[in-house]
């Protein structure tokens, strides 16, 4: 009996720990401004403390200001497992008011679960450019409403070090134009003892990827959308076989850094890159590895950019990619105080909340009425002149943009274990498998 | 009427069945029952019969995850036979043994994620390990062992299958050797016997239990443990090169979020693990039994 009595006081005492410990870590924002709306959001960009957040927090404070009565609690999320949270958050029915998306197929999956932004929109729709509001349309098709708005455009091109092409005794004013004028000035560079091409491919080969992003962009041009209906493909398309013997040359013929293997792309590769140790780096246009950071590090009139590099092959020539909302927020359905969470995401799309964000993270915003000169980069007009080409890879299921591309890559390229015409197969897979997805 | 004892038994180990029940059991039901279905993690599931387990066996990324999965169970005799020669040494005494048990025990100590993470960085083409065969002289064997597929897959098989457990190998081993009657190895020195022989006639068959043990350990450690290494070491790759049973599972359940897919995988490596927990089983009734 006495055993008994102590099992069942066990039993309870672990019983109320726990129910005290699950009250405990439920959030207690209201506590600080109370009668205010809190609005909480996720992110997976807030966890960047150096990056990112300080642009965050600063945006949310004038948000506040703004608005007196939205009390904003950001929550920086983990990127790892990010969009296990967010699919347990829909699972549960609850969660944050506003949840950050990949523009894209990431997107699309939680278009049940988040609200048409149509009506909140439309007085200012015009400052974003509809490439950019049908991507963030529910399932992509311009006809259906809003489901995101977008904070970023994002893409890829080729910047280069100005004054270690003049050293390898280059036009520093003249970016590579086509495939030879590339070559050359690659076997130019490492004649001079520089290394032509910065990488990183530890990993994950993403050098390899971004440049294959690049000039699949000229290979397809404005029919990309095209290679997951079947009307274009990369298996029987020479230009596609080219730009893979393009990227295998650059290999063979030492272009590509030496170190490249032992180095991950994010972050060495880039800093390394932003140190001037190299001459060309296929980066992004991102909130990382960007126009500011390679500006900053480099000196701001230091730094060239071209957007792909044109050969023969290809049908088009100087093709910008992009992903036409590269990350954005969400309102999720749940959320008690959709309107109040409108002005925040609005804080950070429109106006001066805008432009801290362009001007902090070096993230390239979408909005058409940021000034740009203000910013005081001129490369960053330079790449903004140009239109985007909607990027291959955000028309893929997410297993194979996420990954599979990149293993295909590393197979063809980094390991040399399967050939070519193997590693076309397998691409050519990935846009079967997005057509035949059910 | 259940007597008093009896019930009293059952209340104390209630919360244990609890936890099991609700942590062990009802996910590899809940398993076995989504891999008849769609389901994105998040919705409605639908319901695809053998759909999942038809694309299964014949998504060519399952055969060589199987494929890698058995070529790292082939590093287990290794894992087994260093820990148990080097308990064999220790067991007749070594000067400085408590240092050396210190540093060989260390990979226990500091977890599956950091050592991978380390591997990661001391396995590069340009880093300390073929710093250090250059300075030596050895040029030649400074590999790219995370690069090159063969080896990036034996890398993972000699670092997570034998060196991550050889310290606890090793203790484990030493302990079992303790019980061993010391009069046997007095008996085998009378009769002349060598070192040799004398651990093979003599350690060996007394630790049987113990070396069986140990195999069924490390080939669940292999199946079903070593998702965390491989996730910090090479993440699958280069290419497929290090993608086994249970990173696939990974792969389709968290990052292509088909998780009635995934589950189709984690019925397999379900059967294989209860395959061995089936010998198990039988391992331990033979030894009470005995």
Known sequence: MRIRSKALLGVLLFSLTFSVWANGSKESATAKNPGSTVITIWDFKYGDVQGVQPAMKKIDDLIMQKNPGITINHIGQANDNYYQLVRAAVQAGDGPDIIMFHGGVQAYEFDDYTIDLDKYIKPWRSEISEFSWSFCSAGGQASNPVHMVPLTTQGFGIYYNKALFKKAGLDPDKAPSDIDSFLKACEQLKKAGIVPITAGFQGSPYTIDFLFRALIANIYGPDTQDLVTGKQSFKGNAAFKRAAEIVQELFSKGYMDPAGTSTPYFMDAINNFAAGKGAMFVGLLSDVGHWKAFGDGLGKDNVGYFPTINFPEAKYKDQQVGQPAGIGYSIMKWSKNPDAAMKVIEGYARGEGNAIWMGMTGALSPNKNLDIKSLGYPLVGEILKRPFVIDFNTLLLNEDANGNFDRYCTQAFVSNEISIDKFIDSAQGMLDNKKNAK | MMKSEAVDSYLLIMPLLLLLAVFILYPVIANIYLSFF?????????????????????????????????????????????????????????????????????????????????????????????????????????????????????????????????????????????????????????????????????????????????????????????????????????????????????????????????????????????????????????????
């Open chain 2, 38 to 290: 769609k389901w994105k993690g998040m919705g409605r599931a639908t319901f695809t019969g053998f759909d999942n387990y038809q694309t299964m066996f014949k998504d060519q990324t399952f055969w060589t995850s199987i494929k890698n999965t058995s070529i790292l169970l082939l590093y287990i005799p290794l894992g087994t036979i260093l820990p148990i020669m080097i308990s064999a040494f220790l067991r007749e005494g070594l000067k400085g043994w408590p240092i050396f048990r210190a540093i060989i025990y260390l990979p226990n100590i500091l977890g599956y994620v950091i050592i991978g993470m380390i591997f990661s960085i001391v396995l590069r083409k340009l880093g300390p390990l073929n710093g250090v065969l250059t300075v030596l002289g050895l040029g030649n064997l400074a590999l790219d062992w995370l690069n090159k597929p063969d080896l990036a897959l034996n890398s993972l098989g000699i670092v997570y299958g034998v060196w991550i457990r050889l310290g606890f190998g090793c203790i484990f081993f030493l302990a079992a050797m303790s019980s061993i009657d010391e009069s046997l190895y007095d008996a085998a020195k009378i009769d002349g016997a060598l070192w040799w022989r004398t651990f093979w006639n003599v350690t060996v068959p007394s630790i049987r239990f113990s070396i069986e043990f140990w195999i069924v350990l490390s080939c669940i450690e292999i199946l079903a443990r070593a998702f965390p290494f491989i996730y910090t070491f090479t993440r699958g790759g280069p290419g497929f090169a290090t993608f086994t049973l249970e990173y696939g599972i990974y792969n389709a359940g968290f990052i292509a979020f088909n998780m009635g897919y995934a589950s189709a995988w984690a019925s397999v490596l379900f059967v294989f693990c209860g395959i061995i927990a089936f010998f198990q089983v039988e391992l331990m009734r033979k030894n009470i039994n005995a």
